[in-house]
Every structure is written in C-alpha cells, then in structure tokens.
C-alpha cells in the first residue's frame, strides 16, 4: 500500500486575461510523485507559459512565478512571522524531468513544510 499526500492551492487571482494554455489555474493539470520521508507527495506542474501566475500578461503582474528565484514580497503584505523558506508563498519551484522523454524540464510546485497540515493524505492498494 502506497499512502500520497497532496497540498491544494487556491488558483492565482488574475487580473486581466486568463494564460491560454492553463485557463488561469496556473499548473497543468499534470503532478508528478515526489518521495518523502512521510507519504509520496503528489505535486503540480506550474504552466510554462505563465509561471503560475495564470495571466496572458505579465506588465502588471503581482503573483510570484515559478521564475522568481529572487522573489520578494511586499513587507506590507507579509506577516512578519511568514515562513522563511518560502517567504510566504507556501511552495518552492524545483525543476524536475519528465523520465523517458527528452521534453524541456518541468518546473514543480512543491509545497513548503510549513504547509504540511493543509496535506490530504489516502492510502491505496497496489494493483
């Protein structure tokens, strides 16, 4: 028996158009099993067209991209006690690969300790 856990994420308030290619929701629809010590993590595959950000453009844009290896958010908008890993985003953006394929490299939302207790957790039978 295999026991997965997963973190949801709200979708990106987008203001403006919506990304073509992900409908605003910012990921694919595709996750991918990452291992833990605890149960399999299932995370998702931020859009790369958009970054997770879930707009056609990005003149305006106030969401963190999967890109923002320097972000840093308003202070006005973080508590003072936001995680430091994740400076209050609640994932990191690791870079993964699709095995088997020679497909550009994915960029995976996984979720910060800090939000371990959001995780649903279910156990399946091997079939």
């Known amino acids: 028996m295999t026991t997965y856990a997963v973190v949801a994420f709200p979708p990106p308030v987008v203001a403006g158009p919506a990304c073509p290619d992900c409908g605003g929701l910012g990921v694919t629809g595709g996750r991918y099993e990452t291992a833990t010590d605890g149960p399999t993590l299932l995370v ?23 890109w ?50 959001r995780a649903t957790t279910w156990t399946e039978a091997a079939p």
């Open 68 to 117: 923002d290896d320097d972000f840093e958010p308003d202070i006005d908008d973080v508590d003072e006690d936001a995680c430091p890993s994740c400076q209050g985003r609640e994932w990191n953006a690791v870079q993964g690969f699709d095995p088997g394929t020679d497909a550009e490299p994915l960029v995976l939302r996984v979720p910060c300790g800090c939000t371990e207790g």
């Open 44 to 66: 998702d595959v931020f859009c790369p067209t958009c970054g997770g950000c879930g707009s056609a453009g990005h003149d305006d844009c106030t969401v963190p991209h999967a």
